[in-house]
């Protein structure tokens, strides 16, 4: 069953050994040593969140006082999923060798793309995986793609330089890859670049992309940004988008 054959009124629920048995598996860290109090403390924590059979199936030190745990349990939760809405990217995606030739042929010249983690943050390793020209899992990175002009700037690249940078080189997209994510700080990060756009005068003409492993859509686009893509993110689905939005402010579609 494909997700747009899904209708309202069909519940459905989490399973584990067997379809809609509700076993759930849940982690977290308590401020206590490991022991026995420490296990029961879990299961109680599990059972206060609706959890049933709870079984504390590992304790293991996480720092001094501190305790990791993962937690099995039932829970009788269900949804309706044919009744939730949420905002999706679609794009009708082509391979590696259609795209660059329809890119080439429709805008007429190499789109330009830069791509950073920005502010503090300088875990590079998911900006990398979309923007570097091998991109990963057999997937090529946007630097491959002959219809790019795809610059990967780093980690730790101010959101006042990313911008400029922006309005210099005329870039049709932007990625900016947020990973650090205590006290929402991406979220304020990820504003501070849309606001820096909007300073120089260039944010209609720079399509904005947030990633990272706390990133979806939904997020992207409540901060402002034109599309969010979270884990499992392949880089041809972010070419794929780049192309559309580009042929879209041209006023042309991607068939």
């Given at each position: 069953?494909?997700?747009?054959?899904?209708?309202?009124?069909?519940?459905?629920?989490?399973?584990?050994?067997?379809?809609?048995?509700?076993?759930?598996?849940?982690?977290?860290?308590?401020?206590?040593?490991?022991?026995?109090?420490?296990?029961?403390?879990?299961?109680?924590?599990?059972?206060?969140?609706?959890?049933?059979?709870?079984?504390?199936?590992?304790?293991?030190?996480?720092?001094?006082?501190?305790?990791?745990?993962?937690?099995?349990?039932?829970?009788?939760?269900?949804?309706?999923?044919?009744?939730?809405?949420?905002?999706e990217v679609v794009v009708r995606k082509?391979?590696?060798?259609?795209?660059?030739?329809?890119?080439?042929?429709?805008?007429?010249?190499?789109?330009?793309?830069?791509?950073?983690?920005?502010?503090?943050?300088?875990h590079a390793v998911g900006i990398d995986?979309?923007?570097?020209?091998?991109?990963?899992?057999?997937?090529?990175?946007?630097?491959?793609?002959?219809?790019?002009?795809?610059?990967?700037?780093?980690?730790?690249?101010?959101?006042?330089?990313?911008?400029?940078?922006?309005?210099?080189?005329?870039?049709?997209?932007?990625?900016?890859?947020?990973?650090?994510?205590?006290?929402?700080?991406?979220?304020?990060?990820?504003?501070?670049?849309?606001?820096?756009?909007?300073?120089?005068?260039?944010?209609?003409?720079?399509?904005?992309?947030?990633?990272?492993?706390?990133?979806?859509?939904?997020?992207?686009?409540?901060?402002?940004?034109?599309?969010?893509?979270?884990?499992?993110?392949?880089?041809?689905?972010?070419?794929?988008?780049?192309?559309?939005?580009?042929?879209?402010?041209?006023?042309?579609?991607?068939?």
């Amino acid at each position: 069953m494909t997700l747009r054959e899904w209708e309202p009124g069909q519940v459905i629920r989490p399973y584990g050994d067997r379809r809609d048995d509700g076993v759930v598996q849940v982690s977290f860290v308590l401020p206590v040593p490991p022991g026995e109090r420490a296990r029961e403390a879990a299961a109680e924590v599990a059972r206060k969140m609706g959890m049933e059979q709870v079984h504390v199936a590992a304790m293991e030190p996480a720092a001094d006082r501190y305790t990791f745990f993962v937690v099995y349990g039932h829970t009788s939760a269900a949804v309706d999923y044919g009744r939730i809405q949420v905002p999706e990217v679609v794009v009708r995606k082509k391979g590696f060798d259609e795209l660059n030739e329809l890119a080439l042929r429709e805008v007429g010249r190499r789109i330009v793309v830069l791509g950073a983690c920005t502010g503090s943050d300088a875990h590079a390793v998911g900006i990398d995986a979309i923007m570097n020209m091998k991109g990963f899992a057999g997937d090529y990175g946007l630097e491959r793609y002959a219809c790019f002009d795809a610059r990967n700037l780093g980690a730790q690249v101010e959101n006042a330089t990313l911008a400029r940078l922006c309005a210099e080189r005329r870039a049709d997209a932007v990625l900016v890859s947020q990973v650090v994510t205590q006290r929402d700080v991406h979220k304020e990060n990820a504003r501070q670049l849309l606001e820096e756009l909007e300073r120089l005068g260039v944010r209609g003409q720079v399509t904005a992309i947030l990633g990272g492993p706390r990133i979806d859509h939904r997020l992207a686009i409540e901060l402002g940004y034109d599309a969010g893509f979270g884990p499992g993110t392949r880089p041809s689905d972010v070419a794929n988008f780049i192309v559309a939005a580009v042929l879209q402010r041209m006023g042309k579609e991607m068939h």
